[in-house]
T-cell receptor, first 111, second 110 residues
Framework: NAGVTQTPKFQVLKTGQSMTLQCAQD?????MSWYRQDPGMGLRLIHY???????DQGEVPNGYNVSRSTTEDFPLRLLSAAPSQTSVYFC??????????FGEGSRLTVL | EDQVTQSPEALRLQEGESSSLNCSYT??????LFWYRQDPGKGPEFLFT???AGEEKEKERLKATLTKKESFLHITAPKPEDSATYLC???????????FGAGTTVTVRA
């Protein structure tokens, strides 16, 4: 079982560059989300989706865009990367039970 | 505003030395409280969900309990393989999102 798959696992960007973090799940979950994890701050919600075509902002949405054209995919776009976006990014999906299934994470460094 | 606070930030235990982690929360209408385990370089892995005060759940050396204000994760006779960061999260009624605490990093020495 693949579960939640994130790519790439590592990425280095220069300030101002844009990129997309990919996330795909094969569990037919309605709900998907993106978190960032920084030392001492825990997991903070960036954006989430409750179904195809429906997205909403989380706690720290600035500088990020999302879309949900299919149930399976939920890409996260960085529009103009900044050093403050250096972090580890986790994609998660869940069903009505609330139990989140996480990907392995994408480690992003912005120089 | 919903808040989740975990303590201590770090916990160093000797193998076999039982201890407890705390997760205190301030939310309006709790739907569920979740515990996750995270190993270095990995995504969090689900452990337990608790829904109502007084509820308890166990898995091997771990036992989670819930009151109206906090949850405890008890580690009984820990082994080195229990070393990880333990995350607590809450889900409120009429919402889909989980809010996480900062985590407690547990190190168990042989």
């Amino acid at each position: 079982n693949a579960g939640v798959t994130q790519t790439p696992k590592f990425q280095v960007l220069k300030t101002g560059q844009s990129m997309t973090l990919q996330c795909a799940q094969d569990m037919n979950h309605e709900y998907m989300s993106w978190y960032r994890q920084d030392p001492g701050m825990g997991l903070r919600l960036i954006h989430y989706s409750v179904g195809a075509g429906i997205t909403d902002q989380g706690e720290v949405p600035n500088g990020y865009n999302v879309s949900r054209s299919t149930t399976e995919d939920f890409p996260l776009r960085l529009l103009s990367a900044a050093p403050s976006q250096t972090s580890v990014y986790f994609c998660a999906s869940w069903d009505h039970t609330g139990e989140l299934f996480f990907g392995e994470g994408s480690r992003l460094t912005v120089l | 505003e919903d808040q989740v606070t975990q303590s201590p930030e770090a916990l160093r235990l000797q193998e076999g030395e039982s201890s407890s982690l705390n997760c205190s929360y301030t939310v309006s209408g709790l739907r569920g409280l979740f515990w996750y385990r995270q190993d270095p370089g990995k995504g969090p892995e689900f452990l337990f969900t608790l829904y109502s005060a007084g509820e308890e759940k166990e898995k091997e050396r771990l036992k989670a309990t819930l009151t109206k204000k906090e949850s405890f994760l008890h580690i009984t006779a820990p082994k080195p393989e229990d070393s990880a960061t333990y995350l607590c999260a809450v889900q409120v009624a009429n919402d889909y999102k989980l809010s996480f605490g900062a985590g407690t990093t547990v190190t168990v020495r042989a």
